[in-house]
């Protein structure tokens, strides 16, 4: 079992920057790949960025790829996503997710993959 809760989430202008955190319970952080999934107001719940393992793979939506930015930080078992240049299409609630693998080098886009996730945190962009 692993606890996600995040962070971050806010009210901001179009162009604006906001950075989410995500802090997961366990100390086997670095076994879990990581995903940060949003969902809108009358909308499915959609991919936004996943990073493997290790931090060395990563992979984005189209829709969001040089604007935002997946990390971790293994030692401290928080997950980031930097969102730089907001649109007012981002608004969303956004969720981390995470599932244990044994793949350290895989970055997983696939929403049912994921097993564990957070309460979401709000992101509002205004135009």
């Known amino acids: 079992q692993v606890q996600l809760v995040e962070t971050g989430g806010g009210l901001v202008q179009a162009g604006g920057s906001l950075r989410l955190s995500c802090a997961a319970s366990r100390r086997t952080f670095n076994t879990y790949a990581m995903g940060w999934f949003r969902q809108a107001p009358g909308k499915e719940r959609e991919f936004v960025a996943a990073i493997s393992r290790s931090g060395d793979n990563t992979d984005y939506a189209d829709s969001v790829k040089g604007r935002f930015t997946i990390s971790r930080d293994n030692a401290k078992n928080t997950l980031y996503l930097q969102m730089n240049s907001l649109k007012p299409e981002d608004t969303a609630v956004y969720y981390c997710?995470?599932?244990?693998?044994?793949?350290?080098?895989?970055?997983?886009?696939?929403?049912?993959?994921?097993?564990?996730w957070g309460q979401g945190t709000q992101v509002t962009v205004s135009s």
């Open positions: 997710a995470a599932r244990f693998t044994s793949n350290s080098g895989s970055a997983y886009s696939t929403l049912p993959w994921y097993n564990y």
